[in-house]
């Protein structure tokens, strides 16, 4: 997959996209990710981006034309050209999935108070949203949004992963999981972890599965996307 992503702070993806599963993605060639700099796409002595917004308000609005430039340049046949906005599609893990079926994303990075809406209107395809909340800028979004589909392409993770994605298909909360030592100052591992017995081990998990999410995330079970409103945290 390539991913290219359309930022005004290239910088702040050094770092998460450098280490761990989205290095090795990249080092293998599964995942090509350039980013580029909008300034670059400006033209002007002061390589401006931004403007003030027509028929006042406060702050500022990213501007058309490098933006414009910048996508028409990058895009090719089937690229899905994404913004990240606060007011986009709420981005989770079937929209990962979804993504990690496209040959070549183009991520753009919004920022100050938001983009002009001829943007939005001609040149973007969908618009996401990593949650109700407002950054300064889309680069932490772009990189949430690459680290969860880079870990879906085809041969990035093991097969057991994929095995396991498949037959939980996040519907249900991960069940409770220890490691040695089996009593770490008094505190124990469940007995049955221990035991053997594979079938008691499988009930058990799906069991714990089960009532963590009831707890914890009654909406998933039932099948809705949003969490409730409230903000009580839940005891096991
Ligand atoms: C466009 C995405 C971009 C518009 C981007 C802000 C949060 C998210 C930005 C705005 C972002 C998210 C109108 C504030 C940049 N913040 N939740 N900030 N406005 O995905």
């Known amino acids: 997959m390539k991913i290219d992503v359309l930022t005004l ?5 050094a770092g998460p996209l450098d280490e761990s599963i989205v290095r ?3 080092d293998t060639g599964k995942l090509d990710l350039q980013l580029h700099n909008l300034r670059d796409y400006t033209h002007d002595r002061h390589r401006t981006v931004d403007d003030r917004p027509f028929g006042g308000g406060p702050g500022m609005l990213l501007k058309p034309e490098p933006i414009f430039e910048a996508v028409e340049h990058l895009r090719g046949e089937n690229t899905r050209v994404i913004l990240l906005t606060p007011a986009g599609r709420l981005f989770n893990q079937a929209v990962a999935l979804e993504l990690a079926q496209r ?4 991520l753009i990075c919004g920022s100050y108070e ?3 809406e001829r943007v939005r209107q001609f040149l973007v395809d ?3 949203s990593i949650g109700d909340y407002v950054l300064t800028n889309g680069a932490l979004p772009a990189m949430v ?3 969860a589909v880079t870990r879906l392409l085809p041969g990035v993770l093991g097969d ?3 095995a396991h994605e498949e037959s939980f298909s996040r519907e249900r909360l991960e069940y409770p999981q220890y490691t040695r030592p089996a009593d770490f100052r008094g505190m124990k591992a469940p007995e049955v972890l221990l035991s ?3 079938a008691e081990i499988a009930k058990w998990r799906a069991a714990q599965a089960e009532l963590r999410t009831a707890q914890r995330r009654p909406d998933l079970l039932a099948g809705t996307d949003r969490p409730p409103a409230g903000d009580e945290r839940q005891t096991e």
């Open 145 to 147: 949004i690459i680290d």
């Open 24 to 26: 090795r993605a990249r």
């Open 126 to 128: 969908e618009e996401l």
């Open 160 to 162: 057991e992963q994929s």
């Open 196 to 198: 053997g017995h594979h």
């Open 9 to 13: 702070f290239p910088a702040m993806f």
């Open 103 to 106: 040959e070549h994303l183009l």
């Open 114 to 116: 938001g983009v002009d």
